[in-house]
């Protein structure tokens, strides 16, 4: 699991964050000052580090120049004033990003898994997902179970990666109406339902006794672990 350490202090800021990256699927710990921040990153070595500027005990940017002589742990910088920026990101400090507040906390998410591709953390080969006897090819767009493709639609290929890229945890539909981003008029969790029985009846031997795609009563669905 790929772990986070947030060094924020504001708690409401913090709670938002943590919320919205441990339901990305990232482990989450979080520090309210840079001194204490500092030791955490030390004694847990997260792989990404979400830095805020101004922090009490100790400033970001010593926060971070500490992390950067020891190495190259992503970090994000948060900052209020776009101004500060500049100096964040490149040479002078190596944040190898920053966001502005205001943000919102799904950008943060976008930011956080842009930063840690680029910077090789999680490993990139991971664009071929095996899950059971099905193999979803993520680059090419490709499903093929016992070596034969299925075609599914963008909704229902991107609905089956959310589900068994993380095999046996359920999510609610709302969790899956986010991970397939649709236009807003496919707002309706019922929509899920629909594309769930297109995806079952392309990818499952028998559609009325699902193998893969297990429905969780009063959840959503879960693709079936191991
Ligand atoms: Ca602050």
Request: charged share 30%.
């Given at each position: 699991m790929t772990s986070i350490l947030i060094i924020e202090?504001?708690?409401?800021?913090?709670?938002?964050?943590?919320?919205?990256?441990?339901?990305?699927?990232?482990?989450?710990?979080?520090?309210?000052?840079?001194?204490?921040?500092?030791?955490?990153?030390?004694?847990?070595?997260?792989d990404l580090v979400i830095l805020d500027l101004h922090l009490p005990g100790m400033d970001g940017l010593d926060?971070?120049?500490?992390?950067?002589?020891?190495?190259?742990?992503?970090?994000?910088?948060?900052?209020?004033?776009?101004?500060?920026?500049?100096?964040?990101?490149?040479?002078?400090?190596?944040?190898d990003d920053y966001i502005v507040k205001p943000f919102s906390p799904r950008e943060v998410v976008a930011r956080v898994r842009a930063v840690l591709r680029r910077s090789g953390q999680v490993s990139t080969s991971k664009t071929f997902l095996r899950a059971a006897d099905l193999e979803v090819d993520l680059d090419s767009h490709m499903v093929t179970r016992m070596g034969q493709v299925i075609d599914l639609t963008p909704t229902e290929f991107n609905l089956l990666v959310a589900l068994a890229s993380q095999?046996?945890?359920?999510?609610?539909?709302?969790?899956?109406?986010?991970?397939?981003?649709?236009?807003?008029?496919?707002?309706?969790?019922?929509?899920?339902?629909?594309?769930?029985?297109?995806?079952?009846?392309?990818?499952?031997?028998?559609?009325?006794?699902?193998?893969?795609?297990?429905?969780?009563?009063?959840?959503?669905?879960?693709?079936?672990?191991?």
């Open positions: 202090d504001e708690p409401e800021l913090v709670k938002i964050l943590r919320a919205y990256l441990e339901e990305s699927g990232f482990k989450v710990s979080s520090a309210y000052r840079g001194d204490t921040g500092l030791s955490n990153w030390e004694n847990q070595r997260p926060v971070a120049r500490e992390i950067r002589r020891k190495t190259d742990t992503p970090i994000i910088m948060l900052t209020a004033r776009v101004e500060e920026a500049d100096r964040l990101v490149g040479l002078e400090l190596g944040a095999p046996g945890r359920a999510f609610t539909r709302l969790q899956l109406l986010d991970a397939i981003q649709d236009n807003a008029f496919e707002g309706y969790q019922r929509t899920i339902d629909a594309h769930i029985k297109n995806l079952r009846a392309k990818i499952e031997l028998d559609p009325k006794k699902p193998r893969y795609i297990e429905t969780v009563f009063g959840i959503g669905y879960r693709f079936i672990k191991g």
